[in-house]
């Protein structure tokens, strides 16, 4: 019975697209987000560019049109009658912000909160395209206000907002809503519900990350990061010495590791397998690994996670589990027309 649940997991296979990547994963998997307030920003991505000081934060959101304007009416409505404890810091909402090119949304440019003082701002910004609301947000400075003159010290004022919102308006107009079954054909990387289009000058430092669950593989989940800018010294093999020690330490065991080449990638990965650390049921944490030391524009890392740690107990096997991760595991490819 446990091998036809299996066998049944892939009557239906989809491609799913993370960054530039795409994985085939059985159609039961779906988005799991811890909240799916757009409030308790559960960021997704980060883009950033080399010489940004703060980086841009992104969240997504299917939503009707009409509640996307009484959301912005009431989230306008909200900072402009927010209050600062130092009065010099009024008013929090500083300044409201139009889209450009006929963007359906606005960016609203306020400070970071009641105690903080109003140099450092914030840049919340929300785009309605194809169903979906973007969250996007950013820290930004202006001290030009002549009571931080003893602050900056004879340093040059510092006013990054025009330059900061003309940044996240141009960002803006790359990004579109999709359906997660959508996959896109022009250059550029998906995040979930959205997909942001390659930026002209090809600089951009993209960070997204997604977790992945399944009705029908009960009591686990996967998780897929990828960034093209954060290249490890050595690598995961490399390392192995300690995860085996902390594996030791922690009622666990190294079952597998290896390397192997997929679809013209190199892949290193490790399969851990041992007890949950409150209760003697079966725990794995299976990892992989593309690109970790050569994390760049056009060879992004990727990293797949495979775990059940802290969950309920699982009735599949040791191989079953195996199994499904070597599946998986091997569909994984860059995206045509990614680049």
């Not at 519900?193 to 686990?220: C, H």
Request: proline share 4%; charged share 30%.
């Amino acid at each position: 019975s446990q091998k036809a649940v299996m066998n049944n997991l892939f009557e239906e296979v989809r491609p799913y697209c993370v960054g530039r990547y795409l994985i085939d994963l059985p159609t039961s998997f779906s988005r799991y987000k811890l909240s799916e307030k757009m409030e308790d920003n559960m960021w997704e991505a980060n883009i950033s560019r080399p010489d940004d000081l703060y980086k841009t934060y992104i969240l997504t959101k299917k939503m009707y049109h009409p509640a996307f304007l009484q959301f912005i009416q009431r989230r306008e409505k909200e900072l402009s009658v927010k209050k600062t404890v130092n009065i010099d810091n009024m008013p929090f909402l500083k300044k409201t912000w139009p889209l450009i090119n006929g963007g359906d949304g606005i960016i609203f440019e306020r400070n970071e909160g009641p105690i903080t003082s109003d140099f450092i701002r914030v840049l919340e910004g929300y785009l309605y395209t194809n169903g979906v609301v973007i969250k996007l947000q950013k820290k930004t400075i202006n001290d030009s206000d002549p009571r931080y003159e003893k602050q900056r010290d004879g340093d040059n004022i510092r006013n990054d907002v025009a330059k900061d919102i003309f940044q996240m308006q141009s960002l803006m107009t790359r990004l579109t809503g999709r359906d997660d079954n959508e996959i896109p054909t022009k250059p550029g990387s998906c995040i979930t519900n959205a997909f942001i289009a390659t930026d002209p000058s090809e600089i951009e430092q993209e960070d997204i990350s997604v977790g992945l669950r399944s009705d029908k593989l009960i009591n686990f989940r996967l998780v897929l990061e990828t960034d093209n800018f954060i290249s490890e010294e050595n690598s995961v093999l490399d390392r192995m010495g300690e995860i085996k020690n902390n594996l030791a330490k922690s009622r666990g065991y190294l079952e597998r590791k290896g390397r192997f080449s997929v679809n013209g990638l190199k892949m290193e990965e490790f399969l851990a397998v041992g007890l949950q650390e409150e209760k003697d049921d079966p725990r794995y944490r299976f990892e992989l690994y593309v690109n970790e030391m050569n994390s760049h524009y056009k060879t992004p890392s990727l990293l797949l996670i495979l775990d059940n740690e802290r969950m309920a107990p699982t009735t599949y096997r040791k191989e079953e589990i195996i199994s499904f991760w070597d599946t998986i595991s091997h569909t994984i490819r860059l995206r045509s027309g990614a680049y």
